[in-house]
């Protein structure tokens, strides 16, 4: 593992909060196949 996040974004420290993503990208390796994934955190400091 590496050194992880610091919880910034564009180098403003974010509040503690909950956080919700979603990611999706194409994967070339399988046919152009559409990939969704969607997930949550809790930023603690």
């Keep these: 593992f590496g ?3 610091d919880g ?3 180098g403003v420290r974010l ?3 909950d956080y919700w ?3 999706r990208y ?3 390796t399988d ?3 559409s990939i ?3 997930g949550h955190f ?3 400091r």
Excluded: C, H, M
Aim: proline share 8%; net charge neutral; glycine share 4%.
């Design 42 to 44: 809790s930023l603690i």
């Design 3 to 5: 050194p992880g996040w």
């Design 26 to 28: 194409t994967d070339a």
């Design 36 to 38: 969704q994934f969607k």
């Design 31 to 33: 046919n152009n196949r």
């Design 21 to 23: 993503f979603v990611i």
């Design 15 to 17: 509040p503690e909060s």
């Design 8 to 10: 910034t974004y564009n």
